[in-house]
């Protein structure tokens, strides 16, 4: 179930806001101005928020900004009062991804946010983090304190996998008709030998570690 943050001051908004989400099969979570959104960020994930412009403490384009500067791409559905192109450039120009103006049809806003969570999914699908470390397919790249490692292909694509679902054990047979393909001819000492390089080269890593389960396969978990 995708959970989404309402930061919204008028009261009457974030309940009805909340209340269409939540019949539309959302978890939600509301608040009144972006200073407590970004306490609330802190302690766990969102997949999507939706915020108001005008409120107090912090207002949207702040808390957006905030956002993108500690690179958060949580996808952000800005609803405000104010409907000139400069106002609309501002936000989007703070890392905005859409844009409403009120007074807000629910349902449309219901189509908006579905939309922006197809898309984030399909960003997501390129790109995933475990804990501070950052994969990214496109590049074959691991990254993590300002510092990246392009990985060979087989071992990245292993990492990836099993970093997808931490906790998940993958049999050797499993790791082998993914990775290599089920026509491959190759052994399960291969993956064995990639497992190795793998834990070699993030041994140092605080995110997470490869365990092996013996007889069975491999897993990653988060440290």
Known sequence: MN????????????????????????????????AEALKILGRGYVDLIISDIMMPVMDGNALVRALRDDGVKTPVLMITAKSTLDDMRE????????????????????????????????????????????????????????????????????????????????????????????????DSHTVDVHIGRLRERFKDNPDFRIVTMRGVGYKVVRT
Request: with cysteine.
């Open 91 to 186: 936000g989007f120009l703070s890392g905005t991804d859409d844009y409403m103006v009120k007074p807000v049809n629910v349902n449309e806003m219901v189509l908006r946010v579905g939309a922006l969570l197809r898309r984030a999914r399909m960003l997501s699908e390129r790109r995933q983090k475990i804990g501070e470390t950052l994969l990214e397919c496109d590049s074959l790249t691991v990254s993590r304190a300002g510092q990246s490692m392009v990985l060979p292909q087989k071992e990245f694509m292993l990492l990836y996998k099993m970093a997808a679902y931490p906790g998940k054990i993958f049999t050797r047979q499993q790791l082998m008709d993914e990775i290599w393909g089920y026509n491959a001819e190759v």
């Open 3 to 34: 959970k989404i943050l309402i930061v919204e001051d008028d009261v009457e908004l974030r309940q009805l806001f909340a209340r269409v989400l939540e019949k539309n099969g959302y978890q939600v979570e509301t608040t009144e101005d972006g």
